[in-house]
C-alpha cells in the first residue's frame, strides 16, 4: 500500500522568509542552516498549512503557504493556507475553500510533526492504542462484528418494544393514548380550524343579538321608562295641555313608528335566534381539540398520525413476543460471546503493550535515553483503556509522558516509537531531535532517523552532521542582508555545496580542508 509523501513545499510572506519553494525526495529530507537563520520556521508553515497557528513573527499582507502531498491512496492532495484582504487566514484544500478544521483532518492522515511538544501522539490514548494494535496485530474484527450485531439486535428490539418492563411501559403509555386519540374522535385535520371559524361566526351572532336585545327592552320592554311609554307620556300630556291637534298627531305618529321598530326588533331577534347549548358543546369541542393538538405533535394531522402509529405498534407488538423471545435469547448469547471476546483482545493487548514497552525501552539508548524505560497500561473489559508510562532518567519514578518527558526527550522518545512500530504510513517530521547531543550519540540518532526513512518519507530539522549526511534531500537555510533588511532563504545542495555545508556544520564557518575530507567520507559512508 502507498505511503504518504510530502512532494512540495512552497511559503511566501512568512516571517522572513519571502519565498521558499522545497521538493522533497522519499526517505530521509534535512534541513540545516545557522542558528538563527530560521530553519523551524519551515517547520512552523508547514504547520501552519496543516491547520495549525502560525509561527509567530512579522507576516507579509501576501501570506500563503502550499503543500502537496500524494497520499496513502496514490492521489494527491494540496492544502493551502493564505491571508485574505480582510486580514484572515483562510483555509483551501484542493483549491476549495474549507474551514481549518477539515484541513486538520486531512493532515492526520498524511503527517506527524515530533518535536518540542507539538506532538500529542503518545497523550492521545486512541493514538497509543492504535499503536499497540498495530504492533501487536491485534485482531479485533471478531468483537467490532459482535458489537454491531449487538447494535442491530437492540435496535430491532427497540422497534418491538424494547425489553420485557420498558415492553410493559411502551405498551401502558401506547394503551392510554391510543384510548384518548380515539375518545377525541378526530375527523379530518383541519377540524380544529373549521370548529374555531364556526364558533367565531356563532360569538358574532350572540355579540348582535345580545345588542338587539338591549335595543328591546329599552324601546319596549319591562322596565319602568321605556322609549314607546315615554313619548305615549308625552303625547298625552300635549293632548291634555289643548295644544294643537297638529303636534299631538305628529306625537302619536312617532308612537306608531317606534311600535313598528319594535316589531322590525322581534323580527330580527327572531333571525338571530342561537341554540345557546350548542355553542357550548362547540367551545367544549374545541377545547377538546386543542388539548389533543398541544399533546400530539402541535396540530391534528400530528395527531391523527400518532392514533395510527400507537395503533399500529399494539398491533406490531401484540404479534412480537415470540420474536422478541428470539431475540433476547440471541442478545444474551451474543453479549456472553461479546465478553468473551473482549477478554481474547484484553489478553492480546496485554501481551502486545508488554512486547511494545519492552522493544522501545530497548531503543531508549538509541536515542540518548539510557536508562529510562517505557511501559503500557491496559485497562477496560477489552483492554482500550491505556496509557503509556515513561521513565527517561535511571532512578526517576515513571510517570504520564506529558508530565515526565522535556521537550527534547518527548522528540526522542517518540524517534524510539517510530524505530519500533514500523507501520506508519504518514511523513514523519522530526524538528531538532537531536537538539543538545555530538559525537557518538549524535551518531546513533543519524542512524535511527535513516531506520526510519526506509520504512517513510521523513523530514528533519538538524545541526548535526553526521544526521545531514544520511539524507537523500539537503535543504540549507541562509539569512542575509538585502537592502538593510534580513531575508532568509531555503535552497537544495548538492555535490560541493553539500560538502561544504557538512564541513560548515562539523568545523563552523573557518571550514579547512580536513574538514571538507571528512564530510566527504560522511557522506560517502564510509
Not at 33 to 60: D, H, I, M, Q
Not at 124 to 152: H, M, N
Not at 311 to 337: F, I, K, N, Y
Not at 505 to 525: F, P
Request: charged fraction near 30%; glycine fraction near 12%; charge should be negative.
Amino acid at each position: 500500500m502507498p505511503k504518504a509523501q510530502l512532494l512540495e513545499l512552497h511559503a511566501r510572506g512568512l516571517a522572513l522568509i519571502d519565498d521558499a519553494a522545497l521538493e522533497f525526495a522519499p526517505g530521509l529530507n534535512v534541513v540545516t542552516g545557522e542558528t538563527g537563520a530560521g530553519k523551524t520556521l519551515l517547520v512552523g508553515a508547514l504547520t501552519l498549512c496543516l491547520g495549525g497557528e502560525s509561527p509567530g513573527g512579522e507576516v507579509g499582507d501576501d501570506l500563503r503557504v502550499a503543500t502537496l502531498w500524494r497520499d496513502g491512496a496514490g492521489g494527491e492532495r494540496l492544502l493551502v493556507r493564505e491571508l485574505t484582504a480582510t486580514g484572515r487566514l483562510r483555509s483551501v484544500l484542493d483549491g476549495q475553500v474549507t474551514s481549518v478544521d477539515g484541513l486538520r483532518r486531512v493532515a492526520e492522515s498524511l503527517v506527524e510533526i515530533y518535536g518540542q511538544r507539538s506532538s500529542l501522539r503518545l497523550r492521545s490514548p486512541a493514538a497509543v492504542l492504535a499503536l499497540i494494535d498495530g504492533f501487536g496485530a491485534v485482531d479485533t474484527s471478531e468483537l467490532d462484528g459482535l458489537r454491531v450485531r449487538q447494535r442491530d439486535l437492540r435496535r430491532r428490539r427497540s422497534d418491538l418494544g424494547g425489553d420485557r418492563e420498558e415492553r410493559a411501559r411502551n405498551r401502558a403509555l401506547a394503551e392510554f393514548e391510543l384510548s384518548e386519540l380515539r375518545a377525541a374522535a378526530l375527523t379530518t385535520p383541519d377540524e380544529l380550524d373549521q370548529a374555531l371559524a364556526t364558533l367565531e361566526r356563532w360569538q358574532g351572532r350572540a355579540a348582535r343579538r345580545s345588542a338587539l336585545l338591549e335595543a328591546l327592552e329599552r324601546l319596549d320592554g319591562d322596565r319602568e321608562m321605556t322609549a314607546l311609554g315615554e313619548i305615549a307620556r308625552i303625547a298625552a300630556l300635549v293632548e291634555g295641555a289643548g295644544e294643537s291637534a297638529q303636534l299631538s298627531t305628529q306625537l302619536r305618529g312617532a308612537l306608531e313608528m317606534a311600535r313598528d321598530a319594535g316589531h322590525e326588533l322581534r323580527a330580527l331577534l327572531d333571525a338571530e335566534d342561537l341554540d345557546e347549548a350548542q355553542v357550548a358543546e362547540l367551545e367544549e369541542r374545541v377545547g377538546v381539540l386543542s388539548r389533543v393538538a398541544r399533546r400530539y405533535g402541535g396540530s391534528l394531522g400530528a395527531a391523527l398520525e400518532a392514533r395510527e402509529q400507537r395503533a399500529g405498534d399494539l398491533e406490531r407488538w401484540s404479534g412480537a413476543e415470540e420474536d422478541l423471545a428470539l431475540l433476547d435469547a440471541e442478545l444474551a448469547a451474543t453479549a456472553e460471546a461479546e465478553q468473551q471476546a473482549s477478554a481474547r483482545v484484553r489478553a492480546q493487548r496485554e501481551e502486545a503493550g508488554a512486547r511494545f514497552g519492552a522493544a522501545v525501552t530497548d531503543q531508549l539508548a538509541r536515542v540518548a535515553l539510557a536508562g529510562g524505560a517505557v511501559r503500557l497500561e491496559v485497562g477496560g473489559v477489552d483492554g482500550s483503556a491505556v496509557r503509556l508510562l515513561v521513565r527517561t532518567n535511571p532512578g526517576r519514578a515513571e510517570g504520564p509522558v506529558e508530565e515526565v518527558a522535556s521537550g527534547g526527550e518527548l522528540s526522542r522518545l517518540l524517534l524510539a516509537v517510530a524505530l519500533v512500530s514500523g507501520v506508519e504510513d504518514a511523513v514523519g517530521v522530526f524538528d531538532e531531535v537531536d537538539a543538545g547531543l555530538g559525537g557518538a550519540v549524535a551518531e546513533q540518532i543519524g542512524a535511527c532517523l535513516a531506520e526510519v526513512a526506509q520504512a517513510r518519507q521523513v523530514l528533519v530539522v538538524t545541526h548535526l552532521a553526521s544526521v545531514a549526511a544520511r539524507a537523500q534531500r539537503h535543504f540549507v537555510v541562509h539569512k542575509e542582508t538585502r537592502e538593510g533588511r534580513a531575508v532568509t532563504t531555503v535552497r537544495a545542495v548538492a555535490g560541493e555545496e553539500r560538502v561544504e555545508e557538512i564541513a560548515r556544520m562539523l568545523a563552523g564557518s573557518g571550514a579547512r580542508s580536513e574538514s571538507r575530507a571528512l564530510a566527504r567520507r560522511l557522506l560517502s559512508g564510509s
